[in-house]
Each structure stands twice: as C-alpha cells, then as structure tokens.
Nanobody
Framework: QVQLVESGGGLVEPGGSLRLSCAAS????????MAWYRQALGKQRELVAS???????NYTDSVKGRFTISRDNAGNTVYLQMNGLKPEDTAVYYC???????????????????WGQGTQVTVSS
C-alpha cells in the first residue's frame, strides 16, 4: 500500500516562508499529475496548486506569485514552496498524486488517487 508522507508544516509569522514536501513510500507508475490541496477550519478542501507529468503548473488565484509547486526528477516527491504567507493561508495542507495505467482497448484504465495525511500550516503573529 503506497503511502504519501508529508513534512514541512508549522507555525510561521505573516510574510514568512515554508516548504512542504510529500514523498511516496514506493515508486508510483504512470503518474498523471501531483497536487496540493488545503482545508481551512469550517471550509471545503480547495486545490492550491498542481503539476502534470509534463511539468505544466496551475495555481489558485490567491497564491499566484507566492507559491511554487515542483517535483523531483524521479517524480515521486512533490514540493510546495510558500513565500509571503498570509493568515488566510492557515489550513491543513494535503498532497495528492494521481496515476493512470492504460490496460488495452478492452479494459478501462486503472486510475488511482493517493492522498497524504495532511500537515498543519499556521500563519500568525
């Protein structure tokens, strides 16, 4: 059973930086994309940033210019560099990895979705 292990969360003052990491416990084949979500207290989980296997990135408007998503060359670790943190960035951050394995013309593709356990990010003075 593949597990995603997150690290890097914590308490930081407004304007500060944190770098989140998410590593898979074993190699995941045929990764389609990797992403970071967050869920603030009393709110729905939202997509923060995503990166495809071709390194195309996408960000929610509120973090553009402040956050950067990246992955390592092996493709099994995803990072989120967060600069210029604001109190409204406070949330539990979850990493997500999605894979798709083509199984031929007569079978549906094998789609798998992996989630981390979440890491708390608190921005406060």
């Amino acid at each position: 059973q593949v597990q995603l292990v997150e690290s890097g969360g914590g308490l930081v003052e407004p304007g500060g930086s944190l770098r989140l990491s998410c590593a898979a416990s074993e190699r995941i084949a045929s990764i389609v994309d990797m992403a970071w979500y967050r869920q603030a207290l009393g709110k729905q989980r939202e997509l923060v940033a995503s990166i495809t296997s071709g390194d195309s990135t996408n960000y929610t408007d509120s973090v553009k210019g402040r956050f950067t998503i990246s992955r390592d060359n092996a493709g099994n670790t995803v990072y989120l560099q967060m600069n210029g943190l604001k109190p409204e960035d406070t949330a539990v951050y979850y990493c997500n990895i999605n894979s798709l394995i083509y199984r031929g013309p007569y079978l549906p593709p094998d789609r798998r979705h992996y989630w981390g356990q979440g890491t708390q990010v608190t921005v406060s003075s």
